[in-house]
């Protein structure tokens, strides 16, 4: 249960700092956002740094995910280095508050926070040094050349979003800033040569959707236990899943009890039955909807 509230606190600090910047982002708003008591967060967290520093590193954790496996593909470092740019550029632009706490409002924070965020930006910095295997010998790039790279593109992309949020905003989407930022990225490893064609390289088209990032539990009725997102980890686990295997693995004996957690589920909007159920006299076979598969995302961190 302890584990549910903190990742719905995390949630709501993310949407509330992008709405108000960290310094409206009061304990009593995340509360607000989160349907939670000022008691509850207290018991949680100390005070609101450090639910920001929990909605960063979840934040963090989100980002490497994505970003992992395309730098660990095949390829060389620059083909690996560009795919993992277009990622991050698209994650970013689908998710705009997100964007918003890690690269803007962070900046705001105290020690925690700012150590933290310290941290990540020497993971990138790694990985962007990387390109020194690749440097020819005897052009090898100064010492602190990782440092500037990634520095730049921050800085770039801090503009873009400050742009972008301001009210006569224009900005396009982050993932057009690609080519130059490669061609910035790649040019103190690679050379000018390769850094203009990095330039002239087409930018990847913006998706004209994005993800929804907001708190899934906003406007819910129904009270979150560890028992209830015990049904829902079943039922993703097992789509299709009949009453009977839910109670199973979600230890509710009662079958009364069980059924009617279900209805209350259903109603809310957050699992569907695809079976013949008491029509045919057939198991029921549960799914969770698009809504209850973003609640159970956000209860498992997944």
Not at 105 to 124: C, D, F, H, W
Request: contains cysteine.
């Amino acid at each position: 249960m302890v584990g549910m509230q903190r990742r719905r606190l995390s949630l709501a600090m993310v949407e509330v700092v992008s709405e108000y910047g960290f310094d409206g982002a009061t304990i009593a708003r995340v509360c607000r956002r989160a349907g939670v008591s000022r008691r509850t967060f207290y018991e949680i967290f100390d005070d609101r740094e450090q639910c920001l520093l929990a909605a960063f590193d979840q934040a963090v954790d989100h980002i490497a995910r994505r970003l992992a496996p395309i730098y660990a593909g095949d390829g060389s470092w620059r083909e690996r280095t560009r795919g993992s740019l277009i990622a991050l550029l698209e994650l970013l632009d689908g998710e705009p508050d997100l964007a918003r706490m890690c690269v803007i409002e962070t900046l705001k924070t105290g020690p925690l926070v700012s150590e933290r965020r310290a941290q990540a930006i020497a993971g990138l910095v790694d990985l962007v040094e990387q390109g020194r295997s690749e440097a020819k010998r005897g052009n090898e790039p100064p010492p602190l050349a990782g440092q500037g790279v990634v520095g730049g593109a921050l800085s770039i992309i801090q503009a873009c979003l400050l742009e972008a949020s301001s009210e006569e905003g224009s900005q396009g989407p982050l993932v057009a800033l690609t080519s130059p930022l490669m061609s910035m990225i790649v040019h103190p490893y690679l050379g000018s040569a390769v850094a203009r064609r990095e330039l002239q390289r087409p930018a990847p088209e913006a998706s004209t959707t994005t993800s929804n990032a907001k708190d899934p539990f906003k406007g819910l009725s129904i009270r979150f236990t560890y028992r209830t997102a015990r049904v829902l980890a079943t039922i993703a686990e097992d789509p299709g899943a009949s009453n009977r295997l839910i109670a199973e693995h979600s230890g509710i004996a009662d079958e009364g009890q069980m059924s009617r957690l279900l209805s209350r589920l259903q109603r809310s909007g957050l699992i569907e039955n695809q079976g013949d159920g008491q029509i045919k006299g057939e198991p029921n076979a549960w799914q969770l909807t698009q809504r209850g598969t973003a609640i159970h995302q956000a209860l498992t961190g997944s």
